[in-house]
Every structure is written in structure tokens, then in C-alpha cells.
């Protein structure tokens, strides 16, 4: 069971926009901690999408886009494309009981 | 050009041991942090041991305190994460990651390619 909570999946024809959501709790993304976003294709490593609650690293796309609010986040790909499609984490600090950088289960992007 | 070589993943009996090792480049290797995440087959990350620059500080999750160690080698560039009473639900591939400072370590900026650790008789 993940600290953080995703959907195991979502999905788009390509355009459209998505969002994948990620639920926390007072002691992570509640307690104000940065949320980071990473993007997983099949038998790799993950990358870094998303830092600093809506923050992209050089050369990711700009229609990838991240925010937060109170215990939740998202994460909205906007003009979603097929080479988009892959597995996205969550990520955040946890100053409580659960360890201190904690994950979603990870939301599997399916473009149509 | 930042670069992480994960290596030492094998096949490894029940209650045996294994040492990983992250070869670092392209950055100076002391300035950061450095940590191991782990992800089993068919599942999601899991943040699993954190080291200093220093090696002053060094934190672990609960699944594996008490048996897995993180150490250092800044001289080498390298960061290591040693295994003992290995278990089958240890089997996964291991990461290393380094740490993306922001006022404090807020999570990863870069990671290996992952190291394959197989428990099983």
C-alpha cells in the first residue's frame, strides 16, 4: 500500500488533455513538502518529469504541467501524444511515520 | 553529462548477501546526496536507504533496516548499498538515485539504469 494514492490507470486520444491525481496527507503533501512527478517507459529507469510542485526540468515538454493543492496534486499533459504514453510516480516528503521520500503506486497512461 | 551505473544485481539464495554498486560522472560526486530505490517486478518505487555527501547522515526505510547498509566511496565516485538476510521479497531492480536539493532534499534529479537482484532457491 503506497503513502501517496493514484489511479492504476488512465487514458486519451491523442490531443486530448489528462490528468493523473495523487492523494497524500498532512504529513507529506499536506505538510507543504515539494511534490515531484516522474515518467517510466517499459524496462527503464525513471526520469524526472515534474520538481517543485510545477517545476519542468530542461527539456521535458511544456505541455506537461504540475500543481498542488492542499493534500493532492496533479499532474496534466495537455495535447496528450502516443510517445507519451508510459507509467507516471508521484513523489514527495514524508516528516511523519512512513519513511521520508514516499511514492504513489504509479498511474499507467494509455493513449488511445 | 551526468551518468549513474548501477551493477552487482544477481541470483542470490534466501538469506544470503549481495553489495551494489552506482559508479557516478559528470557531476562532483561529494556535493550530493545519494540514495537507493528499489522497484519490484510489476510494482511501483519504493525509496529504500539515503546517504550525505558526508556519509554523516544516513537514513533507512523500515523493509530494511537493521539488514541492508548504504556507505560511500567519494573518492571513487561511487556509492554502494550492501545486503544481508536477503529475503524473496527483496527480489526487484535497484536504483540509485541522487538527491535534487531544493532548501532540503525533496526527491531525485538523476538515476542509474537499475541492477536486477533475484532472491530465490
Known amino acids: 500500500q503506497s503513502v501517496l494514492t493514484q489511479p492504476p490507470s488512465v487514458s486519451g486520444a491523442p490531443g486530448q488533455r489528462v490528468t493523473i491525481s495523487c492523494t497524500g496527507s498532512?504529513?507529506?503533501?499536506?505538510?507543504?513538502?515539494?511534490v515531484l512527478w516522474y515518467q517510466q517507459f517499459p524496462r527503464t529507469a525513471p526520469k524526472l518529469l515534474i520538481h517543485g510542485d510545477n517545476n519542468r526540468p530542461s527539456g521535458v515538454p511544456d505541455r506537461f504541467t504540475g500543481s498542488k493543492s492542499g493534500t493532492s496534486a496533479s499532474l496534466a499533459i495537455s495535447g496528450v501524444q502516443a510517445e507519451d504514453e508510459a507509467d507516471y510516480y508521484c513523489?514527495?516528503?514524508?516528516?511523519?511515520?512512513?519513511?521520508?521520500?514516499?511514492f504513489g503506486g504509479g498511474t499507467k497512461l494509455t493513449v488511445l | 553529462e551526468v551518468q549513474l551505473v548501477d551493477s552487482g544485481g544477481k541470483l542470490v539464495q534466501p538469506g544470503g548477501s549481495l553489495r551494489l554498486s552506482c559508479t557516478a560522472s559528470?557531476?562532483?560526486?561529494?556535493?550530493?546526496?545519494m540514495s537507493w530505490v528499489r522497484q519490484a517486478p510489476g510494482k511501483g518505487l519504493e525509496w529504500l536507504s539515503y546517504i550525505s555527501g558526508t556519509s554523516l547522515e544516513t537514513f533507512y526505510a523500515d523493509s530494511v533496516k537493521g539488514r541492508f547498509t548504504i556507505s560511500r566511496d567519494n573518492a571513487e565516485n561511487s556509492l554502494y548499498l550492501h545486503m544481508n538476510s536477503l529475503r524473496e521479497e527483496d527480489t526487484a531492480v535497484y536504483y540509485c538515485a541522487r538527491g535534487l536539493w531544493s532548501g532540503y532534499y525533496t526527491g531525485f534529479d538523476f538515476w542509474g539504469q537499475g541492477t536486477l537482484v533475484t532472491v530465490s532457491s
Open positions: 513523489q514527495s516528503y514524508d516528516s511523519g511515520l512512513s519513511g521520508r521520500w514516499v
Open positions: 559528470g557531476f562532483t560526486f561529494d556535493f550530493y546526496s
Open positions: 498532512s504529513s507529506n503533501i499536506g505538510a507543504g513538502h515539494d
